[in-house]
Protein backbone atom coordinates (compact mmCIF):
# COMPACT_ATOMS: atom_id res chain seq x y z
CA UNK A 1 0.00 0.00 0.00
CA UNK A 2 2.88 1.89 0.28
CA UNK A 3 3.26 2.62 -2.95
CA UNK A 4 0.02 4.70 -3.63
CA UNK A 5 0.97 8.21 -3.32
CA UNK A 6 -1.67 10.49 -1.69
CA UNK A 7 -2.96 13.44 -4.04
CA UNK A 8 -1.16 15.95 -2.41
CA UNK A 9 2.58 13.93 -3.00
CA UNK A 10 1.54 13.54 -6.32
CA UNK A 11 1.19 17.13 -6.86
CA UNK A 12 4.39 17.84 -5.09
CA UNK A 13 5.80 15.38 -7.59
CA UNK A 14 4.29 17.10 -10.71
CA UNK A 15 5.04 19.92 -9.34
CA UNK A 16 9.17 19.72 -9.17
CA UNK A 17 8.69 17.79 -12.99
CA UNK A 18 7.52 20.78 -14.01
CA UNK A 19 9.82 22.69 -12.41
CA UNK A 20 12.78 20.29 -13.64
CA UNK A 21 11.35 20.72 -17.24
CA UNK A 22 11.04 24.54 -17.24
CA UNK A 23 14.40 24.82 -15.67
CA UNK A 24 16.09 21.88 -18.96
CA UNK A 25 13.86 24.75 -21.69
CA UNK A 26 15.06 27.91 -19.78
CA UNK A 27 18.67 26.63 -19.97
CA UNK A 28 17.98 25.00 -23.81
CA UNK A 29 16.29 28.92 -24.54
CA UNK A 30 19.13 30.84 -23.34
CA UNK A 31 21.60 28.29 -25.03
CA UNK A 32 19.57 28.83 -28.39
CA UNK A 33 19.41 32.78 -27.81
CA UNK A 34 23.42 32.54 -26.92
CA UNK A 35 24.39 31.07 -30.39
CA UNK A 36 21.98 33.76 -31.81
CA UNK A 37 23.31 36.84 -30.35
CA UNK A 38 26.93 35.40 -31.13
CA UNK A 39 26.42 34.71 -35.02
CA UNK A 40 23.60 37.17 -36.07
CA UNK A 41 25.42 38.66 -38.65
CA UNK A 42 26.79 35.90 -40.27
CA UNK A 43 23.05 33.98 -40.35
CA UNK A 44 21.62 37.22 -41.88
CA UNK A 45 24.10 37.57 -44.25
CA UNK A 46 24.35 33.51 -45.27
CA UNK A 47 20.22 33.75 -45.56
CA UNK A 48 20.47 37.02 -47.77
CA UNK A 49 22.91 35.65 -49.73
CA UNK A 50 21.15 32.37 -50.63
CA UNK A 51 18.14 34.14 -50.87
CA UNK A 52 19.59 36.51 -53.75
CA UNK A 53 21.05 33.41 -55.33
CA UNK A 54 17.97 31.45 -55.53
CA UNK A 55 16.19 34.63 -57.30
CA UNK A 56 18.75 34.26 -60.05
CA UNK A 57 18.66 30.64 -60.35
CA UNK A 58 21.49 29.43 -58.21
CA UNK A 59 22.09 27.34 -55.28
CA UNK A 60 19.60 25.03 -54.22
CA UNK A 61 15.70 25.60 -54.24
CA UNK A 62 12.80 25.45 -51.59
CA UNK A 63 11.96 22.50 -50.95
CA UNK A 64 8.35 23.05 -49.77
CA UNK A 65 6.22 24.56 -52.62
CA UNK A 66 3.44 26.38 -49.64
CA UNK A 67 3.60 30.12 -50.28
CA UNK A 68 2.71 32.35 -47.48
CA UNK A 69 0.60 34.97 -48.25
CA UNK A 70 -1.18 38.10 -46.80
CA UNK A 71 -4.44 39.37 -46.42
CA UNK A 72 -4.56 40.80 -49.77
CA UNK A 73 -3.36 37.29 -51.05
CA UNK A 74 -0.01 38.44 -52.20
CA UNK A 75 2.71 35.77 -52.31
CA UNK A 76 5.99 36.86 -49.83
CA UNK A 77 8.09 34.42 -51.09
CA UNK A 78 12.15 34.42 -51.89
CA UNK A 79 13.56 37.83 -51.31
CA UNK A 80 10.64 39.99 -50.58
CA UNK A 81 9.53 37.08 -47.75
CA UNK A 82 13.48 37.60 -46.82
CA UNK A 83 13.07 41.06 -46.60
CA UNK A 84 9.68 41.53 -44.15
CA UNK A 85 11.01 38.65 -41.97
CA UNK A 86 14.28 40.92 -41.27
CA UNK A 87 12.43 44.13 -41.39
CA UNK A 88 12.69 44.81 -37.27
CA UNK A 89 16.26 43.73 -37.34
CA UNK A 90 17.21 45.77 -40.06
CA UNK A 91 15.32 48.65 -39.03
CA UNK A 92 16.85 48.65 -35.75
CA UNK A 93 20.26 49.09 -38.05
CA UNK A 94 19.16 51.59 -40.35
CA UNK A 95 17.02 53.83 -37.70
CA UNK A 96 20.25 55.38 -36.28
CA UNK A 97 21.94 56.37 -39.78
CA UNK A 98 18.85 57.53 -41.27
CA UNK A 99 18.29 59.72 -37.72
CA UNK A 100 21.49 60.87 -37.97
CA UNK A 101 21.37 62.00 -41.71
CA UNK A 102 17.92 63.87 -41.05
CA UNK A 103 19.52 65.74 -38.15
CA UNK A 104 22.81 66.90 -40.16
CA UNK A 105 20.53 68.07 -43.14
CA UNK A 106 18.07 69.91 -40.62
CA UNK A 107 21.19 71.23 -39.05
CA UNK A 108 23.11 72.13 -42.34
CA UNK A 109 19.92 74.13 -43.41
CA UNK A 110 19.91 76.31 -40.54
CA UNK A 111 23.58 76.73 -40.06
CA UNK A 112 24.50 76.59 -43.58
CA UNK A 113 22.20 79.85 -44.50
CA UNK A 114 23.94 82.03 -41.65
CA UNK A 115 27.74 80.82 -43.07
CA UNK A 116 26.59 82.33 -47.02
CA UNK A 117 25.32 85.72 -45.26
CA UNK A 118 28.23 85.91 -43.39
CA UNK A 119 30.14 85.49 -46.19
CA UNK A 120 28.34 87.74 -48.11
CA UNK A 121 29.00 90.51 -45.58
CA UNK A 122 33.27 89.67 -45.63
CA UNK A 123 32.88 90.39 -49.06
CA UNK A 124 31.30 93.59 -48.86
CA UNK A 125 34.13 94.80 -46.45
CA UNK A 126 36.71 94.46 -48.47
Known sequence: MRNKLTPLEELRQEKAIARRECAESEERLGEHWTYLSDNAGPLLFHSAVNTVLRQFGFGPKEKSKSK?????????????????????????????????????KIKSIFSGKKRKKRRGCDDDDD
Open 68 to 104: DTDSDGVAHSGLLGTLMAYYPVVWEIVQPMLLRFVIR
